[in-house]
């Protein structure tokens, strides 16, 4: 973690005293900095939460505040990229700017507010470099900025303000327009979900706000919209009629508006800068993270981004502590699931698995779990690809392929660290499994995941993998599996009647179904006429008893050691889906869907 500097720090407070900024501001690009190892100002600055007339009024009332780092031998400024009327004159020695063609293509990576904010035109460029008149051509955070945001060495020149304002409207106001506001009707990013078809026929007053709107705020209102509607996930999508704008909530995708095609760039660069990924670079996939405030609490992103046909697509995980550091009761435990899991929490030493496919909510068990047992007098280690959430109290370590810090290689420097629990994100081959068995056997509760179906698939997955039968047979002490259903909308949901297709999907019986209370949701406003609110998971938990061991040391079939699991009194997904339906939790389609299309035969 980088330290903040006396100078960072004397830089903050002024701009609190000057009532520039609030403390939670600070606080938040505090948090960018020591993630990105940039400086608080720049911080500061991509957050938006200051602009460049701030930091130019705090530098002339405290010159000692807010100063340009010296430029070492590799930053020095590059030689001038030829112009047609005039070659670039010192930097301080204004020029007027008509003795200066304009390129359009130069405007191309900085947008109208940028230009305005920082009072730069860029105006020329070739392969590396970019001529770009300035009002102060020593503002070293305008140029920066420029660089960061077109990939190339900056060249300034230093002209007459009112002269180049002039020229920013010029060359601006029509593409301004363009890039802001789709031709055949935008869509209101403002507000809430916004329907599409209605926002098709927006009025003039509410064009003209969006052509005023710089691109931080749509980026940000597409965030702020994204979390208050529980999505767990954005899809920025380029398509040949715009640039769709999907969220994720509650397992399914859906589209929450559709903005003109030539919003994407403008986007897709300030996802990037936020992200701290290579905005020139827009051929080969990229992945980072950043983080943003909505209403209040801070929310991490993972970002990733993709080539396609019709350009970048970019998709952000929307990490959101307060949706997954829960009790394990929220979970959807049954009674008896629970009882048996958390018996199994509360044993010494020994390997807890957890598995299903991906977005089965793993690691939200795995995460809650940590919570319900994180004391100080534990030390609780983790290894993680990535890690998703920081959790206070624990000790999270990053695997990092790029320097050979692997999940095995974390976990042997773990084992020398005195742990009493400890969570590996996945194991994903023998040699991370083989060092997280031999942990469980020397004393240490070791918390994993596996990509499996069901629970006892676990132990042949692990056998295939090269495991020994023997460590899996001494070691495991339990295997969980889980699926998310969504959970039926308390608000509309009414009890029904099952179809008889329904009924016959869900391998009951006559008068089974008649004992059985069966729900529907009939949709309303809080749940987007979906009748679903919510997930809920299910589970199945499986218990290494005597005779599954035995099972596993003959390295029997997965659906052998299923049947015994099942005759020792397991309660499986299915049985547990079914449980979930009678209570009203979720609908009978649900459990048809999630459950019944994975789960073996047998059952």
Known sequence: MIAVSEQDEDLGRRLMEMGVISEQALEQAKMMQTQT????DHALLQLGAVTAADLRQLAESHPTSVQAPAAT????????VQAPAAAAPPAAEAVSLSNYQVDPNALRDVPRHVAESRRVLPIQMSEDRIVV???DATDV??????RARTGRKVEPIQVPEHELMQAIDQYYSTRARTAMLSTEGAIDVAQPLADVEAAADMDAEMATMLDQAPVVRVVQSILSNAVRAR???????PRADGLHVRYRVDGDLY???VLSSEMLKLIISRIKIMANMDIAENRLPQDNRTFVTVDGRPIDLRVSSMPTYFGEKVVLRILDKAQVLIDLKQLGFSTQVYEKYDEFLNTPQGMMLVTGPTGSGKSTTLYASLQRLKTDTKNIMTVEDPIEYQVDGINQSQVLPRIDLSFARCLRSILRQDPDIILVG???DNETADMAFRAALTGHLVLSTLHTNDAPSAATRLVDMGVEPYLIASSVIGVIAQRLVRRLCSRCRGQTEPTSV?????GLTAEEAANMNFYRGRGCEQCRNTGYYGRVACFELMTMNNDIRHLVMQRAPATDVRQAALDSGMISLRTDGLQKIHEGLTGASEIVNIIFAAEPATT
Do not use: F, N, Y
């Open 37 to 40: 190892g940039g400086r608080l």
């Open 73 to 80: 031998a590799s930053e020095a400024p590059p030689q001038a």
């Open 133 to 135: 008149a300035m009002a």
């Open 141 to 146: 955070l305008a140029i920066d900025e420029v």
């Open 231 to 237: 999505a767990s996930d954005v899809h920025l999508e």
């Open 255 to 257: 589209t929450a508006t």
């Open 426 to 428: 996945e194991i994903r």
């Open 502 to 506: 329904e009924i016959d999907r869900l």
